[in-house]
């Protein structure tokens, strides 16, 4: 059968003409020679002006393409020559007849020795790969697609195969996906009534130039009754245009599961589309975008508009058009670009708020007492030095500038401005939920559900090679599965390098920290004060630097690193390989992104011991300290750094960067060797253009950059109160820059369905969960806010901050140091130095155990552990509530969806008694001969035989 | 039309002859006289062996009773002819006729003479009710249900109305409420292979004698694909058995969806079947119950098969039949009992694991250190009177029993305990989720969507009272809607209520603290000992009961008030109104039962000052202290009264006694008129023996008691490790006494669809929360861990508790007492107290600041607070983690639903393969016109064709 195939030698052509080369070898092909003369008339036109969008014939669309590689372009003439043969009706009844007999023949590659005569060069993998496709095209075909093959295209190397799903596929298809379709029916949206309308008006007036010039987006009275398609209820559709009814993302989608389902069976186990990408028999698999987005002449299409409505910098204050964007992009990625609008729009109010109490903390810094205190210029206390020997006795006026500037962050607002934040988290997560409703309800999704997915392509190879392997013990072949055994060294791998990696992270977190520690320690020896205070500003900023630097690097070997140890676990579908994708990607950025962060907020400065007796690390390293007005304003330095850094950095460098980067490199390879062909590049196919593109490679890295940020914005927002301004200025830049890479960059995604964002919902749950523990610990810990709470209740004689300072304040008798760590130079200040103090609550030396813990320290702390017990079950009551009072599905939603299933049944009421009236009329003396039946039910027993004959008919 | 049926009087006769009569009655209305030779051969023995399950032809099945009230018995012969004569084809398409004509005429009772003249008894109300009736049923059999009325039944004035719904309505229905059905396909339910497999058979017949002998919860091997029923692919289904296919619960529910959308639309509003009952047109609508449970010869059915394998206490060991009891109650009752059934089985490990913590308190009380060091006879400390001058010196020796009995609930082991069941709080959760999916794919209801329900009657009367009144101001029309301002009085109504509920339960609350505070007090002014231990005993005991007794009432107060509350809310679906009752029974019930647990728990012994300075309520009320041991063993023995006796008393006695009752009640008032017909019961039809049952009244109730019981069982279990066991006890017997109302002692209630347990499962996800803080606090501060921790790691001086209960108590110096409040009688010990003890942290009389709070009362404060916040964010991690490991969907479940959808598809494929190849072989040359197409295509345009085509004629 393959022998008769190749045997039919056609003289090769030349390239310049081979569209219509194209066109005349495909006729020969033709079993009915009269729709030649029809349809080559205008063959070469017709393809241009559709740009490869459309068969050959100019008729059908192509909704799919696959691409493969050819190794010699000069044998590929006779190849297609091939597969053109396959739709002969008898070889291809011959083919089904074998399938049917038991166990397919095996490909018999090098058995035939016409073929080895004919193509001798081509290796035995590229001839199993050609038989492998041939067989995976005829079963195409068998399921009822029709394709066309195009491999003298101007783009060397590469075959294409086009796709297309006629009508009665699209049908049936969309009848086993359950797809939703609008009927005839419509029906009026409920708009509300009264004020509310008078509202909604002026709102939708005020609002007007905020909404893109997009035909989906405006807010509609009336929509379509939808029912899930079936062929038996076609009259209830509008089927007047059969080519419009199923969009282009539809049809993609269609063919895509055609494919999915699609197996070759013929080999010694069987390979799905996932199988041939994956061993390359096929090279890519892409829907067509609808057309080019800009150039002159271009006709209107989704494209183009998103490109001018949505992709675009210049409409940034706009709304997106989700609608459009799920027209063309299906639900899934429209799901994320709502979901990111949602929260660049909720970042303005938290940024809002965010800048208010940023600039409270501005405007009472100089009614602040403590630093007022600190900076009195009668104000003379005597510090401790901060380590042995080197360092000297200072003045606490000396802390005034870091006092000062610590208020602006740690103040009775933050506190105030933390509790809004997990609340506002709430309120976004209640928010998304119905968003999400409404977007299912606008979508046509209510109903629907998740599909198991079908097992990858690297699952099944790894089944495959257990169950040979088995096979070659036991004889007997059974269906194998991979079992928790097979896959314990994965799992173990996994564990370990998680460890190592987070064991990475920290010893880099400690190095920064030891190279601070040695340069401040350097700094401590020498004497001159401008050295100083330079190489301390240095020293802060260098680290910051590196520890931006190391982030962003980990970052890319993280996420390298996770895609590896998600491989090695060999995951069943494509689901659970990107949830364990992400799972394992978001520890380890996440650990990344926020160990210097949670170092600097809870551990640094805590164990630092007292003057005479500092605790030292490696015996040398004393361990660092914050400044005098607390780790604070040192949490927000390095927050600022860190988000600032990795957004404009990362997300917008990096993502404007490297796809540019990547396209050129693959066009300048393509490009090697025709060098004068800028003019033909023109004229290229849409498929060909569209194969240039990046791959689609999946929601997760934009997923994961917006949760890591959401992770900035809440998890330390009480130290930083701008990190929401800072998040909103970024979303609006990265809306757009995502749009733009969807739109132009990438090859169409295949539309998926989906109702929700998954797994992404419960880690934005967990941030913001994770979120009130840290600000509980930051207020309470980190700043001054609960100590200044206590004096004023329990300790201040007058119910005033004035004392605080001194109050927070031990003393140390400097003859209590011991030998060797009394400062070089006690006279520095100019004056004998009899009592220090040092920030501290410890007994002073008078007691009876001096440089104990005292009373206040152990009160302090209890109303620091208050605080957090307080402020983490009230806020998380607080959210549950907002959780509770906000119901998930919006009402208007709720009651659409109960009217539209009121509806469905009227209206299949109205057609069953309409059909009732027609068989009474039909058959008047039809119910006399069944009336042994009680006498009421004498008119119904009528349709009653009606349905049942009719579904014999059937 | 009225006039004419009325006026055909028929002769009234005998009851003895009643059977008879009805039959020969109904015969006259009957339009062809042939069959009523065929059917009036054997009718009664037909009637009387069916027991009222069938129509008087014995055929059709009853699926559903409505009742209506009958005043005068003698009018009923007539009354029950005219609607006999309803259905005439004439008079029914006249009706018809009127109800096109917009504005049905309203009914005109008074306005023929004829009618009045003949009833002039009747007064308006009964007639507009009887006229309603007429309607609603021409509506019913309009929408294809067939009905027969029977008013002359043993049971005087009730009238019954007998619905059937043949089989085109149920197809009809099925479809629209897309039930999911058996399809003739059936495929294997994959069995674990290998180890698995022998472990499984081992456990199958390890449980073998635990499994009901019912067919029904088998394991079956195979399983038959559903679909949703429809009518076009009435082929896939197994319909050889039409009686069968559609089971009586199906049926029922089938019609009362009917019921549910059919309207009386003639008068001013329409009226849908819950507003007909609400307003006594109808009295009740319930379906029948299978047959008899007991008795001689009574055939087999599954109510009997229930009766004797479920509702039995015999069987209390076994497994439940979920399958069955789903199969005849529908899914809302079937989740419920599998629930119930989990539950009770998750509380076997949680009871032996606190039987094994309470069996390690007992063995270690003899070794505990502080404990023996109390009751230690050289323990020689002289403790301060425990209250201003009627009090003396005691010895601490005096406390030794109670600081025993304390460390039975007070150890480390209760610690470990309480992590525990919150860990298994969470596994139950998870479990439960597992199991309910599990049934959900058994039951065929994955992809079942809940829907909105259909608007309750109080609502849309409510409503209907609004747009009247707006009416007649506007004189327009408009479908109004209730809002906010219409709601705001009940709102406001609500929220005081539920406040003032509240605070009566926190005034009964301090009531008996004040009964117990007045009653320790005249206690101690009496100095006869054995009165005292006595009066002790007495106090406890009472004031424990008194809680008991008011908790019982105040929740039959509070079950009443809800509902009172709810019902002025005006919900407006059943759900809501569910929701809403539930939402505040749950609050109101919870406050009953734990406020004095809580008190005793967080608050007594708290602020009670210090000897020489106690704290008084009320000027001379001291604030109750807790006995020396702390006050677990107090909390311990509120906790078990509260809970054995809530469950003696209201579970058991109750639930068993009131029904009965009241079914007596109900049995003595309708035999007030006829004595002696005992025997005549017997032969009393199916449908009246149920209309003697208690109607169903929701799961509410059931469901309420085990939410307060896994409050018990969860909230407090640090301070009482035995109450999973008690719960266990109470739910073996809770099941079958459940299951008993439900077989023998209810009406079957109409089969509801539900996935889950709704609302239920986020109050159960909030006890559980809850009771994770509420455990921290309890072993934190009420129990002594805490400071018996930090004694030991911080002061003791060899590391052990040695010295511990000296530690905790703190020195007076009995010179500080002020003036009349020395003890009257400080030689009571026999010897001159200088300085007594008392247990707290505070300064001793030689400090600098004497009896202040002390560094070790900080330092111990700060490590219960830390440890609250280390337990609460531990456990609810590990819950989360718990949560997260286990996957909501069981790998099989989830792989056989995977499996189930490509069957399907698989199966629609070859039925498609099926169909084309019949086309092919009828149409060979077809397909000759439409191949300007390419070739592939070509034989695939003709099902295409094909699929259209028989659409339009469909």
Same sequence: chains 1, 2.
Wanted: aromatic fraction near 12%; charge should be neutral; proline fraction near 5%.
């Amino acid at each position: 059968m393959e022998k008769n195939e190749r045997s039919t030698p056609i003289p090769g052509k030349e390239k310049e003409v081979d569209i219509i080369n194209i066109k005349g070898i495909e006729d020969i092909g033709y079993v009915q020679p009269d729709s030649i003369l029809l349809n080559s008339l205008a063959p070469e036109e017709n393809t241009q002006c559709q740009h490869g969008l459309y068969f050959q014939d100019g008729e059908r669309r192509v909704d799919y393409i696959l691409t493969y590689h050819i190794k010699k372009p000069s044998s590929s003439r006779s190849n297609r020559q091939s597969s053109r043969f396959t739709d002969n009706a008898f070889t291809r009844s011959l083919r089904r007849g074998t399938a049917r007999l038991g166990r397919p023949p095996p490909p018999q590659p090098r058995g035939v020795p016409e073929v080895a005569s004919q193509d001798h060069s081509m290796d035995y993998h590229e001839d199993d790969k050609r038989y492998r496709r041939e067989e995976f095209e005829g079963n195409l075909r068998d399921m009822g697609l029709e394709l066309e093959k195009d491999e003298d295209t101007k783009t060397p190397g590469v075959g294409f195969v086009k796709i297309h799903a006629p009508w009665h596929v699209l049908c049936r298809e969309a009848e086993f996906m359950k797809l939703k379709m609008p009927t005839k029916k419509v029906y009026e949206v409920k708009q509300c009534s009264g004020v509310g309308a008078k509202i909604n008006t002026l709102v939708n007036k005020a609002t007007e130039p905020l909404h893109p010039n997009v035909e989906e987006n405006r807010a509609q009275n009336v929509k379509h009754l939808s029912y899930a398609f079936s062929r038996e209820k076609q009259h209830l559709f509008d089927l007047s245009d059969r080519d419009s009814f199923f969009d282009s993302k539809t049809r993609a989608s269609i063919v895509f599961e055609v494919l999915k389902r699609t197996k070759c069976t013929k080999a010694k186990y069987s390979m799905g589309i996932t199988s041939l990408l994956g061993s390359g028999v096929y090279t890519a698999a892409y829907p067509l975008h609808d057309g080019d987005v800009d150039g002159e002449n271009v006709e209107p299409n989704d494209r183009k508009l998103l490109y001018e409505e949505w992709a675009s910098y210049s409409v940034f204050y706009k709304y997106q058009p989700i609608g459009l964007v799920r027209k063309y992009f299906g639900e899934k990625i429209g799901l994320y670009f709502a979901w990111l609008g949602l929260y660049t729009q909720m970042l303005i109010p938290a940024s809002v708020v965010g800048v208010i109490v940023f600039l409270y903390g501005c405007a009472t810094v100089d009614n602040n007492i403590p630093s007022m205190e600190i900076c009195h210029p009668r104000n003379n206390i005597t510090m401790c030095p901060l380590c042995d020997r080197a360092c000297n006795y200072w003045k606490l006026k000396e802390a005034c500038g870091t006092a000062r500037a610590s208020h602006l962050f740690d103040n009775p607002a933050t506190v105030f401005f933390s509790i809004f934040m997990a609340l506002w988290a709430a309120m976004f997560m209640e928010h998304w939920k119905r968003r999400q409703m409404r977007l299912n309800y606008e979508w046509d999704l209510t109903g629907f559900e998740e599909e198991e997915d079908h097992p990858r392509a690297e699952y099944e190879l790894c089944v495959m090679q257990k169950s040979l392997k088995k096979e070659h013990k036991t004889q007997k072949t059974e269906k194998e599965k991979l079992t928790c055994r097979d896959r314990l060294p994965a799992y173990m791998t996994n564990i370990v390098m998680m460890l190592l990696m987070i064991g990475v992270t920290f010893a880099i977190v400690f190095g920064v920290i030891l190279y601070r520690i040695s340069i401040t320690a350097a700094l401590h020896m020498s004497n001159n004060p401008t050295t100083r205070s330079n190489v301390r500003l240095m020293v802060k900023t260098t680290a910051a630097i590196i520890n931006l630097v190391v982030i962003l690097i980990l970052d890319e070997v993280y996420g390298a690193v996770a895609r590896w140890l998600t491989v090695l676990e060999v995951p069943k579908t494509d689901k659970s390989f990107e949830e364990r994708l992400i799972f394992k990607t978001f520890i380890l950025k996440f650990v990344n992104a926020f160990t210097p962060i949670i170092y600097i907020a809870f551990f640094r400065g805590r164990l630092v011991g007292r003057p005479g007796s500092y605790l030292y690390v490696f015996e040398s390293y004393r361990m660092e300290e914050c400044a005098h007005g607390g780790c604070l304003m040192e949490l927000c330095i390095q927050l600022s750094i860190t988000m600032l850094g990795k957004q404009l950095i990362q997300n917008n460098l990096f993502e404007i960067g490297i796809p540019k980067l990547k396209k050129l490199i693959r066009y300048i390879k393509s490009k090697r060797r025709s060098f004068q062909e800028e003019e033909r590049e023109k004229k290229l196919q849409r498929y060909e253009t569209d194969h240039f593109l990046e791959p689609f490679a999946g929601l997760t890295p934009e997923y994961m950059e917006m949760i890591i940020q959401f992770g900035f914005v809440t998890l330390f927002v009480a130290s930083f109160p701008l990190a929401p301004l800072f998040a909103l200025l970024n979303n609006i830049i990265e809306i757009r820059l995502d749009a733009k890479k969807f739109v132009a960059e990438l090859r169409r995604p295949v539309a998926a369905r989906a109702k929700d964002i998954g797994i992404w919902y419960n880690l934005l749950r967990g941030v913001a969960k994770v979120a009130v523990i840290i600000n509980a610990f930051v207020i309470s810990f980190t700043s001054d806010f609960i100590p200044r709470l206590v004096y004023q209740y329990m300790y201040s004689p007058d119910g005033s901050m004035h004392g605080f300072v001194n109050h927070t304040m031990s003393y140390f008798n400097v003859s209590d140091f011991q030998d060797g760590k009394e400062p070089m130079d006690p006279h520095h200040l100019g004056y004998q130095v009899e009592m220090c103090r040092y920030k501290d609550y410890r007994e002073p030396p008078w007691s009876n155990t001096p440089y104990v813990v005292s009373k206040e320290f152990w009160a302090v702390l209890a109303a620091r552990l208050a605080f957090v017990i307080v402020f983490q079950n009230v806020v998380m009551l607080m959210s549950d509530i907002v959780d509770w009072l906000i119901p998930d599905i919006p009402k208007d939603i709720s009651l659409q969806i109960h009217k539209e299933k009121i509806l469905m049944v009227e209206l299949f009421m109205k057609e069953e008694q309409g059909k009732m009236q027609f068989i009474d009329s039909m058959t008047p003396c039809d119910g006399k001969e069944r009336n042994n039946h009680a006498p009421i039910a004498r008119s119904r027993s009528i349709p009653h035989t009606h349905s049942h004959t009719h579904a014999n008919n059937f």
